[in-house]
């Protein structure tokens, strides 16, 4: 890689997460042991480098998961940030969606922005793609040189041309100002089929059609956009992310026998109470109420459907996401938890916040 490595500060200047904070979330039964050996290690100088712990108490040195976005949907959230979460593999960071504020929590999670090759895009809702353009123009931006590759399924090429059209005056402007290279240049798209889609020493990734969407026949959408869920297989782990889905028989044989699975949970009776104290609801047609209510039945999955795809693939830790914003600022959706484990899932649950590591 061309990308120097440059020591400055401002890269990664924030430590991951307030010490006091996750001491608070360790106490109460929440996650994760992973960031306190990481901090305690950092307060205490003299102490000898804290190994990584995984969720499970592993040794887990090569294939880490961080959520850096927890929150679902576009809507703004104090406490959680947009669709986003980093692998890193061997040091390696592969980044899984791009929701806004993308670039400050990859420096807030103590990572270099500039280091990341490879963006795996789950579909094209702007909750998990609108950091993408900022990400994009900072890499290029930071001196990174080397390609960044988007992979992506159909639809991600049209979003592409429309992101790097508007990066084209910021670019031209930069350009004028000395930048030696071309934003194009750095950018690529791989706009993929279902199956594996990407391979090198450290992950093979394969992408599953996932259910996402419905589009009627005769809406324009229907047969332009496609949906998928994500596994990537380590040496150490197989990781599953489901993106934004309902029940999916295709994310089931995707899931099949792997360790981690990054899903989504949603609850829609919480949802539309929260719409309802709102005037969300009292705003929709009757028409909108069906089809939001179609939306959230088939197009997400309810804790006791997360049980049942687990149980099915012999799943044995899931991370909880993409938290719709039902219950207010600084909802810990522990409830989740206790609800996938009530519908017979045995094994680890946790209910991620932004910048946990597992
Ligand atoms: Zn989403
Ligand atoms: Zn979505």
Redesign the pocket.
Known sequence: MNTPVVKDTYLAQERPQNLYILLVRFLRGGVLPISIFCLVATAFASAPKAQIQSADNRPSSEAIVVTLGTA???RPRVDRH??ANLLIVNGTPYLIDAGDGVVGQINRAGFDFRKIGHIFIT?N?S??TMGLPALLATQWEFQRRDPVTIHGPLGTAKLMKGAMAFLAVNSEIRSAEGFPSSLSALVKTNESEPGVIYRDDNVTVTAAENAHYNFPRESAPYGRHKSFAYRFDTAERSIVFSG?TGPSKGLAKLAHGADILVT?VSDVDELMQLYKQNGIWDNKTPEERQQWLFHQRNEHMSPAQVAELAISAGIKTIILT?FPPAGGKDDDFARRVEQVKAAGFDGEVFAAHDLDRF
């Open positions: 679902g949907g576009p947009q669709s579909h809702h909750d998990h934004d989504e993409h």
